[in-house]
C-alpha cells in the first residue's frame, strides 16, 4: 500500500505567487517525521523542511511552510512568492518512528514557475 | 554541512558488464541508502545498510548487491549490467537515532547501459 499520496503530477504558478503542493501520507506510527525535498533539473536532492508527528506548530523554513492537518494525514508544502529558480520537483517523505531506519517517498510534483 | 558524493555523474556501460556505484559520506553517519530513480514511479530503495557489513534489502534488489567495508562508503554493485538498470541512481546517508533527522543525498549518478 502507498504510503504517501501526492496528487499532483505538475503545477504551474506565477511569478510571485504562492502555491501549495499537496501530500497525504498513511502511517499508524503515533511517531513519524515528514520531510520535503526539492530536486532540481540537475539532480540532486535538497532538504526543504521538516514536520514532527508531535510538533503543536506548523513547521517554517524562509519561504516554505508546511500545513500539517494531523487528522487528516496531509502535509502540504505551501511556497510563498514563488521564484524561478523554485521550479523543480518536489517529493514528499515520511520517515516512522523514532528510532526508524527508511524512508518512503511519494512520486512527486513537478512545480513550473512562469515568468 | 554534510557531504555525500557520487563517484560519477554520468556512466556509460555496457550489457554485461559489471558496474560499481560508489557513494562516500562525511558525517559518520549510521546508515546509508541507495535509490534508483525513473520517471513517474519516484525514488525505490535498492538496498540500504544501518552498519558497517550490515546489508538490508529495499524494494527493488534483483540484480543488484551493495558492500560497506567501511562506515563511510556505500557500493553499489550491478552484477551483469541490463539495459532496464539504465536509470538515475541517488546515494543518500543518515543518523539512526531521531526521525526528525533528514536523509542527505549525493548528486546522483545518470548510468546508461547500452
Keep these: 500500500a502507498q504510503k504517501i499520496t501526492q496528487t499532483q503530477p505538475g503545477m504551474?504558478?506565477?511569478?510571485?505567487?504562492?502555491?501549495?503542493?499537496?501530500?497525504?501520507?498513511?502511517?499508524?506510527?503515533?511517531?513519524?517525521?515528514?520531510?520535503?525535498?526539492?530536486?532540481?533539473?540537475?539532480?540532486?536532492?535538497?532538504?526543504?523542511?521538516?514536520?514532527?508527528?508531535?510538533?503543536?506548530?506548523?513547521?517554517?523554513?524562509?519561504?516554505?511552510?508546511?500545513?500539517?492537518?494531523?487528522?487528516?494525514?496531509?502535509?502540504?508544502?505551501?511556497?510563498?512568492?514563488?521564484?524561478?529558480?523554485?521550479?523543480?520537483?518536489?517529493?514528499?517523505?515520511?520517515?516512522?518512528?523514532?528510532?526508524?531506519?527508511?524512508?518512503?517517498?511519494?512520486?512527486?510534483?513537478?512545480?513550473?514557475?512562469?515568468? | 554541512d554534510v557531504k555525500v558524493t557520487q563517484s560519477s555523474r554520468y556512466l556509460v556501460k555496457r550489457t554485461g558488464e559489471k558496474v560499481f556505484l560508489e557513494c562516500v559520506q562525511d558525517m559518520d553517519h549510521e546508515n546509508m541508502f541507495w535509490y534508483r530513480q525513473d520517471p513517474g514511479l519516484g525514488l525505490r530503495l535498492i538496498y540500504f545498510s544501518y552498519d558497517v557489513k550490515m546489508k538490508e534489502k529495499g524494494d527493488i534488489p534483483e540484480g543488484y548487491s551493495v558492500s560497506r567495508e567501511k562506515k563511510e562508503r556505500f557500493s553499489l554493485i550491478l552484477e551483469s549490467a541490463s539495459t532496464n538498470q539504465t536509470s538515475m541512481y541517488l546515494c543518500a546517508s543518515s543518523i539512526t537515532q531521531g526521525s526528525n533527522q533528514p536523509q542527505h543525498f549525493g548528486d546522483g549518478t545518470r548510468l546508461s547501459i547500452l
Design chain 1, 12 to 115: 504551474f504558478v506565477q511569478e510571485k505567487e504562492a502555491v501549495t503542493l499537496d501530500c497525504t501520507y498513511d502511517t499508524s506510527d503515533p511517531s513519524y517525521g515528514l520531510f520535503w525535498y526539492k530536486q532540481p533539473s540537475s539532480g540532486e536532492m535538497i532538504f526543504l523542511i521538516y514536520q514532527g508527528s508531535y510538533d503543536q506548530q506548523n513547521a517554517t523554513e524562509g519561504r516554505y511552510s508546511l500545513n500539517f492537518q494531523k487528522a487528516r494525514k496531509s502535509a502540504n508544502l505551501v511556497i510563498s512568492a514563488s521564484q524561478l529558480g523554485d521550479s523543480a520537483m518536489y517529493f514528499c517523505a515520511m520517515r516512522e518512528g523514532g528510532y526508524g531506519q527508511n524512508f518512503v517517498f511519494g512520486p512527486g510534483t513537478r512545480l513550473s514557475v512562469l515568468p
